[in-house]
Nanobody
Framework: QVQLVESGGGLVQAGGSLRLSCAAS????????MGWFRRAPGREREFVAR????????LYVESVKGRFTISRDNAKNTVYLQMNSLKPEDTAVYYCASSGRAYAGPRIDEYDYWGQGTQVTVSS
């Protein structure tokens, strides 16, 4: 059974940084795309970033480009989301997701396993 466990969320001031981690188990992790999504209060879950099975193939939502970086450590079965220059509008629950395919896009239905989420709160 595939399990994804996020960690690293917390409270940070605007302009600060956080690094989220997602530890995966139960799947040949390195063969599949991994993604990060978020859900802000009162809003639907939205795509943030994706890393294909090939570590150099990344995709970001426009609002985080240049500030967030997705990466993976296949030896540790872990995917990361480094978040810099955080803004209050980045406040959300962040979810890690695993796709059943080597490449996946920004749609929620392209991912078949999800973590429980980790809260990120950015104060102004």
């Amino acid at each position: 059974q595939v399990q994804l466990v996020e960690s690293g969320g917390g409270l940070v001031q605007a302009g600060g940084s956080l690094r989220l981690s997602c530890a995966a188990s139960g799947r040949a992790f390195s063969n599949y795309a991994m993604g990060w999504f978020r859900r802000a209060p009162g809003r639907e879950r939205e795509f943030v970033a994706r890393l294909a099975w090939s570590a150099g193939d990344t995709l970001y939502v426009e609002s985080v480009k240049g500030r967030f970086t997705i990466s993976r450590d296949n030896a540790k079965n872990t995917v990361y989301l480094q978040m810099n220059s955080l803004k209050p509008e980045d406040t959300a629950v962040y979810y890690c997701a695993s796709s059943g395919r080597a490449y996946a896009g920004p749609r929620i239905d392209e991912y078949d396993y999800w973590g429980q989420g980790t809260q990120v709160t950015v104060s102004s």
